[in-house]
């Protein structure tokens, strides 16, 4: 089993930055593809950011450029810096995790509760 639980989120207006984390509990972490999903009101949930096993990142393109995906093994932790945030990027920001297989078929077993992310203009 593996627990999730996601912090930082919050208000700022729009250019600022903010970081997200999501803590991790449980066996064979570093296995795992992590990421960030986002689900904003009248929205499907989309993919923003993952990092897979071996350290590769990949990102939607609306956020390239302005959002970094990053973990930190020891602490069994994983962040989203965002930068340059725009009013679009308001949503309820979600961790994922599960074994890279899993997690390319869109069969993602763990997941966070979310964290709040709003930008106004």
């Known amino acids: 089993q593996v627990q999730l639980v996601e912090s930082g989120g919050g208000s700022v207006q729009a250019g600022g930055s903010l970081r997200l984390s999501c803590a991790a509990s449980?066996?064979?972490?570093?296995?795992?593809?992590m990421g960030w999903f986002r689900q904003a009101p009248g929205h499907e949930r989309e993919g923003v950011a993952v990092?897979?096993?071996?350290?590769?990142?990949n990102y939607t393109n609306s956020v390239k450029g302005r959002f970094t995906v990053s973990k930190d093994n020891a602490k069994n932790t994983l962040y989203l810096q965002m930068n340059a945030l725009k009013p679009e990027d308001s949503a309820m920001y979600y961790c994922?995790?599960?074994?890279?297989?899993?997690?390319?078929?869109?069969?993602?077993?763990?997941w966070g509760q979310g964290t709040q992310v709003t930008v106004s203009s």
């Open positions: 994922a995790a599960d074994f890279c297989g899993e997690y390319r078929r869109g069969l993602i077993a763990y």
């Open positions: 449980g066996k064979t972490y570093s296995l795992y593809c």
């Open positions: 990092i897979e096993s071996d350290g590769r990142t």
